[in-house]
């Protein structure tokens, strides 16, 4: 049976706070959970989800790969990012795979690519 689509992306977080701060900023709103939550989920799109789990202090991990979101108006996010003190790796370019793109990381060190299809 072939999959047919993805509702949620799960990523772990040390500061929960830290974590809603940093994708509220970036336009999310808070579905379930918040701040001081051990789970807090965001709608994305449709029938999507963005989770963000409370991890244990010892759990530690290293780069593992990025979640791409795409957005109307990738200029716009990238500005929202900067008036919200956070800092993406560079600014939005066009990619040769017909992307405007950029790319930030949560407060966990997590990949977040923002684009928009050409």
Avoid: C
Wanted: net charge negative.
């Amino acid at each position: 049976m072939p999959f047919e689509s993805i509702n949620a992306i799960t990523l772990a977080t040390h500061d929960m706070a830290a974590s809603v701060a940093f994708y509220t900023a970036l336009g999310l709103e808070v579905a379930y959970g918040g701040p001081s939550a051990s789970f807090t989920s965001y709608p994305i799109g449709r029938d999507n989800h963005l989770n963000v789990i409370l991890a244990s202090p010892d759990e530690s991990w290293s780069w593992w790969g990025r979640v791409i979101f795409y957005v109307d108006d990738v200029d716009a996010t990238h500005q929202r990012a900067l008036e919200h003190n956070l800092h993406p790796l560079a600014p939005p370019r066009d990619a040769e795979w017909h992307e405007r793109f950029f790319h930030i990381h949560d407060p966990d060190g997590h990949e977040i690519s923002i684009a928009k299809p050409l």
